[in-house]
């Protein structure tokens, strides 16, 4: 191999996918690369990628879609997704080698980013790199103004969170106790039901795979009904918690994971307690709060260096991991936020 | 027939009600009653009835309901609801022999009203009484108040209004046109649809009967996207509606009056694009914006008189043709505001 070469692992999207994803429909190829910036290929950086994320809105990006808020995957293409990266080389003057970021980059070892718009410089070390795919990356973000800025909360708000375990639902749930809020959260195994309750201070908690009627479970939990619905899931869950809303209760809806792997979506049969109840349901995406990701981040970080919040992750190691770490989400196998682990420095 | 003593006709509900209601649902009964508030009854009115509001709402009251925003009908009692009433008798000093009011009542000749709160005492008489059902009543508050404290419409957005040519459609497309926005109204026959264009002022119009795909029908009269949906019917048509938001679009939940007489409803299948669009779908209801009433009166009784704001209504002579009033709502036979005449004074 020449000066500044290297070979570059990376996983490819086969095709657009039907269903379910499975391992196989990425694939982990090997090319080389060339460790700099191209000749002429200015305001660019090339990164050395050390922790990749795995998030649920990634399942829509499998499919082949007109139009959205993100781009579909590029057949045989490396994915792309959030991750943790360190400046191997740049032509952009705003980042210098060695420097760390965390944005979108590419499910490989090295990735060219074209366009650097959109990636945050970290200037805190001092915690684990890994955090910046979660609590002090996108879900976390997600998690803050999605609580504070959708749902308008209110001191003793009843607050219901699904798929709570995950890196945002945990979050979600902590932000809400210490805002002094009820909080409930629905996981899908004992491991993660006592993970809410034990762990992440949820006053209470269930396993929604146990639970055959979901109307009658909320009704058990939420007596006097549910101020905040923090929408992670879709379908019967949905159905069974407009049933259960309070009057003027909000819906923050953030994603609708027991959907994406279905070709049509589930009809959402009780929309007309909207009317009844004057609900407010309303969607959201962490790009249009990114501008006061710096708030977020002097908010967080006392938080996690004086133990106030606890965040829970799920790593997997290497490269090769990451399909697998990727589906395993949309089965909900991992207890935590998913990382990809590709280099540890 | 002893002095102060009449018969009162009334048209009682049989039973709760499944399916599509029917005349037969319904029974016409003749009872004595004496034209004064019984001994002993404070703060009530006794009032003869002129006009009663039919109202898509109404059938959600012939279901047995455990719990909503507005109480179920009694079987074998008369149906209640909207109308404009003659004070006959009073022991409330805020009621005088001889006035006029619009509220709650029955479909009856005369109503012992026991509880005065929630009536609205009519001061201006040189408009139609009968307007008190509707433009000046119940539909046109909410009509006002849904498309400007609900839409946060903004000059030059884009309106849809579905089942645009009743009650209150009628009024948020007039509305939203002298506020600046472009206005587009889905009615079920040609002759509403000419209304909607040729009397109302609506921008386009469509007969949604005759749309086969009504993504793209909402395609062709909105070829950038939806800033603002009043819904009146749910159903297929929200589904269609969702695939056609622009990003932070609004839709204010008034009705869904497709769904009244099913007894599963449809499955809404599209919500997800609440989160890739971040839409606000926001139920409400008229009685939260009463306090705003006099107003609102203010307002629309200048744009009546001067001609500014058109108003149809579709005029059922005698209580005897209340029932089939009521229900040819729910196959769209009225053609405007559907009003049953009891009494002319």
Known sequence: MEEGAASNKMIVLKDYVKGFPK??????KTSPIKLRVPDGCDGAILVKNLYLSCDPYMRTRMRKMEESYVDSFVPASPITGYGVCKVVDSTDTKFKNGELIWGMTGWEEYSLIKSTQGLFKIHHTDVPLSYYTGILGMPGTTAYFGFYEVCSPKK????????????VGQLVGQFAKLFGCYVVGSAGTKEKVDLLKNKFGFDEAFNYKEEPDLNATLKRYFPDGIDIYFENVGGNMLDAVLLNMKLKGRIAVCGMISQYNLEEPEGVKNLFCLVTKRIRMEGFIVFDYYHLYPKYLEMVLPLIKQGKIAYVEDIAEG????????????SGRNVGKQVVVVAHE
Chains 1, 2 share one sequence.
Do not use: C
């Open 23 to 28: 391992e196989s429909d990425m694939l982990l």
């Open 156 to 167: 003793g708000d009843t607050v219901f969170i699904s798929a709570a375990s995950g890196a």
């Open 319 to 330: 490269l090769e991991s990451a399909p697998n770490a990727l589906i395993g989400l949309f």
